[in-house]
């Protein structure tokens, strides 16, 4: 509620006046500012039909700030004018001072002053009049006491451009008497109390209307990031899919498990420390499935399953090293050595969505750490054709519907595609996965019978968040950087499946 003194001297205003009041003119004659008689209108319209306001716009002119200086001090070339003495002034030493530039400039072309460039010393600045008139001053004077229908279109507009006057839109209320209207408030009562029922003073007292239209307060409470909104949403269409979430809890690998049970050999370039984060504590692992890494070897070093190897000598040392994870693939060799182990194969679908690391050069769409998203299909007979389909229908549920499959090379999938989306926004196909069919060498170490194949395929969750959010930069999406007003304003995700 405004201040109860605003308020009974704005009602006495309007009760005097025969045809309503201008909030601005009553601000002005009360010496206040207009928003504390806008905070008085918008108290009395709350009440009820006490008031009627009309809010009116209208335009008018008003000094800058460096306007207002002028006004109070002269314009630059009238100061320029008034600091040049009679036996003149150096060219050089003038432009020292705060006006001297500007001034020079006006007062040359209103032929105040002249320069002499045969003085000793440089130019110098001598007064070309006895007298000045200082008009801009004068208009900047009759503008700030409100006469402004005194200058001309061009006058003003010279005035601006020069950035001295400014046209501002104002917006005041025109307030006239309502059909309830009192210059005395009574206070309207905002709950019915149990006292009131019981006395039965409820009948005499006046009640404010309930606003339904009002939005209520929002309560405190915690929201999802932007990455877990769409994460959810990813793993609704897997679980919808009839797919198993693999346990991915575990951010810390042995090479073993990252690289070698994959089939990719230990010289690979993916394995240097360019491209992989090592653990110095503890440095190494020492817990395998040692009839499983001795197949694993024997298939790197020599060969077998049909496969000639990679010819190499294969060392434990190196298959030892701790890593933070590359990808979750890790994982699904895990589970796919653990599905191997059964007394009786079974086909199942596995999904993971967690995060891997990469020393990556950090730039607008790479982290060292991101979040992969990675379906594996073990069954019997699987093909590419099966790749396609599931692939296909996985995407089309993302809202997906133009794919392009392009060959491509994993160590530890053969056949291997990339996956091509039509972007309708960029009018061009654009990488949105990666897939294959695990090869043998990584299979059959495993246990798992010969005619059974693996289908697998990943992406990133970073891309997709980043297209439905229109985040260009990935470090405004994740880091320390994070805008958090940005996680509070995020829309829920809806894919469009």
Same mark, same amino acid.
């Given at each position: 509620?405004?201040?109860?003194?605003?308020?009974?001297?704005?009602?006495?205003?309007?009760?005097?006046?025969?045809?309503?009041?201008?909030?601005?003119?009553?601000?002005?004659?009360?010496?206040?500012?207009?928003?504390?008689?806008?905070?008085?209108?918008?108290?009395?319209?709350?009440?009820?039909?006490?008031?009627?306001?009309?809010?009116?716009?209208? @335009?008018?002119?008003?000094?800058?700030?460096?306007?207002?200086?002028?006004?109070?001090?002269?314009?630059?070339?009238? &100061?320029?004018?008034?600091?040049?003495?009679?036996?003149?002034? =150096?060219?050089?030493?003038?432009?020292?001072?705060?006006?001297?530039?500007?001034? #020079?400039?006006?007062?040359?072309?209103?032929?105040?002053? &002249?320069?002499?460039?045969?003085?000793?010393?440089?130019?110098?600045?001598?007064?070309?009049?006895?007298?000045?008139?200082?008009?801009?001053?004068?208009?900047?004077?009759?503008?700030?006491?409100?006469?402004?229908?005194?200058?001309?279109?061009?006058?003003?507009?010279?005035?601006?451009?020069? !950035?001295?006057?400014?046209?501002?839109?104002? @917006?005041?209320?025109?307030?006239?008497?309502?059909?309830?209207?009192?210059?005395?408030?009574? !206070?309207?009562?905002?709950?019915?109390?149990?006292?009131?029922?019981?006395?039965?003073?409820?009948?005499?007292? !006046?009640?404010?209307?309930?606003?339904?239209?009002?939005?209520?307060?929002?309560?405190?409470?915690?929201?999802?990031?932007?990455?877990?909104?769409?994460?959810?949403?990813?793993?609704?269409? #897997?679980?919808?899919?009839?797919?198993?979430?693999?346990?991915?809890?575990?951010?810390?690998?042995?090479?073993?498990?990252?690289?070698?049970?994959?089939?990719?050999?230990?010289?690979?370039? =993916? &394995?240097?420390?360019?491209?992989?984060?090592?653990?110095?504590?503890?440095?190494?692992?020492?817990?395998?499935?040692?009839?499983?890494?001795? &197949?694993?070897?024997?298939?790197?070093?020599?060969?077998? #399953?049909?496969?000639?190897?990679?010819?190499?000598?294969? !060392?434990?040392?190196?298959?030892?090293?701790?890593?933070?994870?590359?990808?979750? *693939?890790?994982?699904?060799?895990?589970?796919?050595?653990?599905?191997?182990?059964?007394?009786?194969?079974?086909?199942?679908?596995?999904?993971?969505?967690?995060?891997?690391?990469?020393?990556?050069?950090?730039?607008? *769409?790479?982290?060292?750490?991101?979040?992969?998203?990675?379906?594996?299909?073990?069954?019997?007979?699987? *093909?590419?054709?099966?790749?396609?389909?599931?692939?296909?229908?996985?995407? *089309?549920?993302?809202?997906?519907?133009?794919?392009?499959?392009?060959?491509?090379?994993?160590?530890?999938?053969?056949?291997?595609?990339?996956?091509?989306?039509?972007?309708?926004?960029?009018?061009?196909?654009?990488?949105?996965?990666?897939?294959?069919? #695990?090869?043998?060498?990584?299979?059959?170490?495993?246990?798992?019978?010969?005619?059974?194949?693996?289908?697998?395929?990943?992406?990133?969750?970073?891309?997709?968040?980043?297209?439905?959010?229109?985040?260009?930069?990935?470090?405004?999406?994740?880091?320390?950087?994070?805008?958090?007003?940005?996680?509070?304003?995020?829309?829920?995700?809806?894919?469009?499946?």
């Amino acid at each position: 509620m405004a201040d109860s003194g605003v308020v009974e001297t704005l009602l006495q205003r309007i009760e005097k006046a025969d045809d309503g009041v201008d909030s601005l003119n009553v601000a002005a004659s009360l010496g206040m500012d207009h928003q504390v008689i806008v905070g008085a209108v918008k108290s009395l319209q709350a009440l009820g039909d006490i008031i009627s306001a009309d809010l009116r716009s209208s @335009k008018h002119w008003e000094l800058t700030v460096e306007g207002s200086e002028i006004a109070e001090q002269g314009s630059h070339e009238a &100061r320029v004018f008034s600091s040049i003495p009679l036996e003149g002034l =150096a060219q050089s030493e003038l432009m020292k001072l705060s006006f001297g530039k500007i001034g #020079f400039s006006k007062a040359m072309s209103n032929k105040w002053i &002249r320069v002499d460039k045969t003085q000793e010393g440089g130019p110098r600045i001598f007064r070309a009049v006895e007298n000045i008139e200082d008009q801009v001053r004068e208009k900047l004077l009759q503008v700030q006491k409100g006469n402004f229908s005194q200058l001309d279109e061009k006058e003003k507009n010279e005035l601006k451009k020069r !950035k001295l006057l400014s046209e501002v839109t104002v @917006k005041s209320y025109w307030i006239t008497k309502g059909s309830s209207f009192s210059t005395t408030i009574t !206070k309207q009562e905002t709950e019915l109390t149990p006292e009131m029922i019981a006395t039965g003073s409820w009948k005499e007292k !006046k009640f404010k209307p309930y606003n339904f239209e009002a939005m209520g307060v929002a309560p405190d409470c915690g929201h999802l990031h932007p990455l877990m909104k769409v994460r959810t949403q990813f793993r609704q269409i #897997f679980l919808e899919m009839g797919f198993t979430e693999m346990p991915t809890n575990n951010f810390i690998e042995s090479s073993f498990w990252n690289f070698d049970s994959l089939f990719q050999p230990q010289q690979h370039p =993916a &394995r240097d420390q360019h491209d992989t984060f090592f653990l110095s504590d503890p440095a190494l692992a020492h817990e395998f499935p040692q009839d499983y890494l001795e &197949r694993v070897k024997k298939v790197h070093s020599e060969g077998g #399953f049909g496969s000639q190897g990679y010819k190499y000598d294969w !060392k434990i040392e190196e298959a030892q090293k701790n890593i933070l994870r590359t990808h979750t *693939t890790a994982v699904s060799a895990r589970m796919l050595y653990k599905l191997a182990q059964q007394e009786k194969f079974t086909p199942v679908k596995y999904f993971s969505i967690d995060r891997v690391f990469r020393n990556e050069t950090l730039d607008a *769409t790479h982290l060292a750490e991101f979040h992969q998203i990675e379906g594996v299909v073990a069954d019997y007979g699987l *093909t590419l054709g099966d790749l396609m389909g599931i692939l296909h229908q996985f995407f *089309t549920k993302l809202g997906i519907t133009k794919l392009r499959f392009k060959p491509a090379y994993n160590p530890y999938t053969e056949p291997s595609m990339e996956v091509f989306s039509y972007h309708e926004g960029l009018k061009k196909w654009v990488e949105v996965g990666n897939s294959g069919v #695990f090869r043998p060498e990584m299979l059959l170490p495993m246990g798992l019978p010969e005619d059974v194949s693996v289908i697998a395929w990943g992406l990133s969750l970073e891309r997709p968040t980043m297209i439905k959010y229109g985040i260009n930069n990935i470090r405004e999406l994740v880091g320390h950087k994070v805008n958090l007003q940005m996680v509070y304003d995020g829309p829920i995700c809806r894919l469009d499946s």
